[in-house]
Structure formats: C-alpha cells, structure tokens
C-alpha cells in the first residue's frame, strides 16, 4: 500500500481536507499547497426554540475521555461560578468508559451538585438536551474539525471554544475563542453576564450553522 506522503503528493489524486485548519497542517507538513476544504455537514436537524426558554446552563457532548480535558470544562465552570456569584449546572452527555480518567471524573462529579451526568445521548434525547441550554464549552485545542461543536452551532447554542484548531473555524467568532483557561473563564462571563452581547452573537452564529447544514 502507498503511504499518506505518496498519496498526497500524487497530483493525479484529489485530497480533501475537513477544515482550513488540516489544510494547513497537511501544506506545512507535507510541502503541498492548496488543500481543499469540504466541512462534514450535521446531519442531526434542531428545530429552534426561544432563547428565554432555554435554560442558563452549559452543555458538554462527547465522550468521557482524557483528550477532551473535562477536567479543564469542570475546572472553568467552577471558577465562573465562583467570579459570577450565580448558580450555573453544567450537563455533561457523554459515554463513561472503563478507565481510571474516566472513574476520576466521575467521583468528582458526583461530589459536584451542578453538574449534571447524562451518560451516551442519542436522538430525541440529544436534540432534547440541545434544545434545553444557552451555552457550551469545549476544551479540547488542535482538533480536527469538531462535530459536536459544529452541532452546537446549529442548534443556535453559544459555544466556546479554544482558539486553535477546527473549532474556533467552526466558531469564527473572536469573542468565544480562547488562548488559555483563564481566558476561557474570562469569555465565558464575558457573553453570559451580556445578554446585548448574546443576542449579537446568536445573529452570527444563525449564518455560520448554514454553512453545516444538509442542502
């Protein structure tokens, strides 16, 4: 079998990248230029729901794992809490696997009565919970692309996100990208604490989730 510098280098094959930010990686890394960009649409439909319905609280998707630093989400959401003086719950929708980052998760969750443990989500329930809440945070720096943070994006829910990577392309919105922790704290009290703010974002991001849309 070819390898991966053959493949992508044989001008006869067309590579496609699933963010600006891989076909950039893949130029630097590889010494090829102009990489293709086709962002993976969200299949998963949200019908809208008005944003006073929706509860001000901060959503996290995605498995229980060590590379999506839920420590980091724990740890931010607690210190805006601390800052803001209010009582914000964060709901974590992920599945717990059978390992000791996971198991050290858990036990610390479950000390934490704001945070709220909803296990794998599918279907229903998942639209159900990305229905339910304004905001979302996500840790994880130098993904990819980012499909829960792309499903955020078009159930209108705010997210922030760090500033490297496929997610803050996703994003593409200054005020919710962040460059470390505190300034993660920092954005994230920034939106909440606006609601002036919020209403500007949201406009912004009703035209990014067009562009992960089905059609």
């Avoid at 740890?75 to 709901?91: A, F, P, W, Y």
């Avoid at 078009?154 to 990577?165: E, N, Q, R």
């Avoid at 392309?169 to 005020?175: G, L, Q």
Wanted: proline share 5%.
């Amino acid at each position: 079998p070819r390898s991966a510098e053959e493949l992508i280098k044989d001008k006869k094959q067309i590579i496609f990248a699933n963010s600006q930010w891989v076909s950039n990686a893949i130029s630097e890394y590889y010494g090829v230029d102009n990489i293709p960009v086709i962002y993976p649409p969200v299949l998963l439909e949200v019908p809208e729901v008005p944003w006073k319905q929706r509860q001000n609280a901060c959503l996290c998707l995605g498995r229980i794992d060590a590379e999506k630093k839920v420590e980091e989400i724990i740890s931010v959401m607690s210190r805006v809490r601390e800052k803001t003086g209010q009582d914000i719950h964060l709901h974590l929708a992920g599945a717990f696997g059978d390992t000791p980052y996971a198991n050290m998760i858990y036990a610390q969750c479950i000390k934490l009565p704001w945070i709220h443990l909803h296990g794998l989500v599918y279907g229903d329930t998942k639209i159900k919970l990305l229905q339910s809440f304004k905001f979302a945070l996500h840790m994880r720096e130098d993904e990819e692309f980012g499909i829960s943070v792309a499903e955020y994006v078009k159930a209108g829910i705010i997210p922030i996100v760090p500033d490297k990577g496929g997610a803050a392309e996703i994003v593409n919105i200054p005020e919710l990208c962040f460059s470390s922790t505190n300034d993660a704290v920092d954005k994230f009290i920034s939106v909440f604490s606006n609601e002036e703010l919020q209403e500007t974002i949201r406009e912004k991001i009703h035209q990014r989730k067009i562009d992960f849309s089905c059609d």
